[in-house]
């Protein structure tokens, strides 16, 4: 009897250190938005040589565009999303989603301009252009380097 307690015993243990390794491995890959958006801003500031007064008055507004860009974005992601999960996506499926998106980089472009004008009263052209290339080379960063998963010296 104490034989077979103990074998359960051992078994129940080993199959929980491997769902507690699993959530483990699962936590690490999540993605955390606050501190990806913690970082970006960070080296916008300093690639572009933000003053504290800059940072306060730009950063903002910065955050409110890409906010606004990934609310435009969502219905070309939905429909790029449903064509990848369909068995047999059709020609019409395809044109829809290409017209969508294709309306969205030309709402995004407006947008851009709209909001350009308004760092312009906040920054000079210089560091204007210097975000734009920030934001250019933040990304490559990102997309380099494991997507920010990987911790240092990993």
């Excluded at 491995?25 to 003053?51: C, M, P, S, W, Y």
């Amino acid at each position: 009897m104490n034989k077979i307690f103990f074998i359960t015993f051992v078994a129940i243990s080993v199959l929980l250190s491997f769902d507690a390794t699993a959530q483990e491995k699962k936590e690490q890959r999540h993605f955390d938005r606050e501190a990806f958006e913690a970082r970006r801003n960070a080296f916008i500031t300093a690639e572009v040589g933000l003053t504290p007064e800059e940072a306060a008055q730009f950063i903002p507004l910065c955050n409110e565009l890409r906010q606004r860009k990934f609310e435009l974005g969502r219905e070309c992601r939905k429909l790029s999303k449903e064509i990848r999960h369909k068995e047999n996506p059709v020609d019409a499926d395809y044109n829809q989603a290409i017209d969508k998106c294709l309306e969205v980089e030309i709402k995004e472009a407006q947008l851009e301009k709209e909001y350009f004008e308004k760092f312009k009263e906040i920054l000079s052209p210089e560091k204007v252009y210097k975000y734009r290339n920030a934001e250019y080379k933040f990304v490559r960063s990102f997309m380099k380097n494991g997507r920010g998963n990987k911790k240092d010296g990993d």
